[in-house]
T-cell receptor, first 115, second 112 residues
Framework: ETGVTQTPRHLVMGMTNKKSLKCEQHLGHNAMYWYKQSAKKPLELMFVYSLEERVENNSVPSRFSPECPNSSHLFLHLHTLQPEDSALYLC??????????????FGPGTRLTVL | AQSVTQLGSHVSVSEGALVLLRCNYSSSVPPYLFWYVQYPNQGLQLLLK??????LVKGINGFEAEFKKSETSFHLTKPSAHMSDAAEYFCAVTQGAQKLVFGQGTRLTINP
């Protein structure tokens, strides 16, 4: 499945580093999402972009900064992270048609470890 | 607000046996319900979804789920488990047009 790609697949960073996660969707969708998947916790929605405008920010700490330059690309900029931010970060995309029945298509994720 | 409860964080069945993964939801509006599967080191893949109409929904890989409004349930079943079904399964409900609310997940193990 290559509809949604994410790079890098693995990332190890120190608490003082700055890094970025990249997501690209090849499905022609108009909405993109960042999720955090931690052990023993449900997937947490972090950010939603619809038509390149941020429409949802679920009280995510400011050390996570999203960027959506166009409908195909989504970035998550990381700085001064904490060890508890270690998780699998998943990107998804969907074609919004209204009503909430749209299927979200997920990338393989970036496994982030913060030392 | 919508929420999802998956009963059983781990389910183990023998190869060829029935698979039953339980999901209950709460929703103040008619729900849209989803089952996703996650294989090791991969993202989530849609198995099936219920929007409107027929309450028995068939998905990929022989899975199906039945929407039961009276029981607020959307349990996932497969008549005969295969080794390749070993994965983590997530039930989700929509909350608003763009927000999926996920359950905790159920890890399915298949015994030979």
């Amino acid at each position: 499945e290559t509809g949604v790609t994410q790079t890098p697949r693995h990332l190890v960073m120190g608490m003082t580093n700055k890094k970025s996660l990249k997501c690209e969707q090849h499905l022609g969708h108009n909405a993109m999402y960042w999720y955090k998947q931690s052990a023993k916790k449900p997937l947490e929605l972090m950010f939603v972009y619809s038509l390149e405008e941020r429409v949802e920010n679920n009280s995510v700490p400011s050390r996570f900064s999203p960027e959506c330059p166009n409908s195909s690309h989504l970035f998550l900029h990381l700085h001064t992270l904490q060890p508890e931010d270690s998780a699998l970060y998943l990107c998804a995309s969907s074609q919004l048609r209204g009503g909430g029945a749209d299927t979200q298509y997920f990338g393989p994720g970036t496994r982030l470890t913060v030392l | 607000a919508q929420s999802v409860t998956q009963l059983g964080s781990h389910v183990s069945v023998s190869e060829g046996a029935l698979v039953l993964l339980r999901c209950n939801y709460s929703s103040s509006v008619p729900p849209y319900l989803f089952w996703y599967v996650q294989y090791p080191n991969q993202g989530l893949q849609l198995l099936l979804k219920y929007t409107t109409g027929a309450t028995l929904v068939k998905g990929i890989n022989g899975f199906e789920a039945e929407f039961k409004k009276s029981e607020t349930s959307f349990h996932l079943t497969k008549p005969s488990a295969h080794m390749s079904d070993a994965a983590e399964y997530f039930c989700a409900v929509t909350q608003g047009a763009q927000k999926l609310v996920f359950g905790q997940g159920t890890r399915l193990t298949i015994n030979p």
